[in-house]
């Protein structure tokens, strides 16, 4: 695939994503998880409005890392949370990257257990994950 190639399917990649995740903030639900009825009924977003901030934490981190040089893989099955996938070819392993709240309502990225960094500091966060100095 030459170069003009990957920009017109990287494009049309990014408009689908786009319009998805608009789709998903207008609708405000999520399908990866099954809707509680008494969410439906009180009219709040409940499990569906956290699984989408999270996805909303991690996509930020994805475009963090990438800036540094760094891929990642986001999955999203349906019946769980989102998780990143930063694979980390010297160390040969994938790290799992997971966006979590915190008991205050910030978020936070969780990683090796026990590596935490604020959300507000995404740029921190893809340094550290990738391995690259300041």
Request: glycine share 8%; aromatic share 6%.
């Amino acid at each position: 695939m030459c170069a003009a190639e990957t920009r017109t399917a990287l494009g049309r990649w990014w408009l689908t994503a786009s319009q998805g995740l608009a789709r998903l903030e207008r609708s405000r639900t999520v399908c990866n998880l099954p809707k509680p009825p008494e969410c439906e009924a009180a009219g709040g977003l409940g499990r569906d409005g956290v699984t989408l901030e999270r996805f909303r934490v991690l996509v930020r981190l994805m475009w963090a890392l990438r800036e540094v040089g760094q891929g990642s893989v986001l999955y999203l099955d349906a019946t769980a949370e989102p998780v990143l996938s930063v694979p980390l070819v010297a160390r040969r392993r994938s790290l799992a990257v997971l966006g979590v709240q915190e008991r205050d309502g910030r978020w936070a990225y969780l990683w090796d257990a026990a590596c935490k960094v604020p959300a507000e500091s995404v740029r921190l966060a893809a340094r550290r994950i990738a391995g690259v100095s300041s």
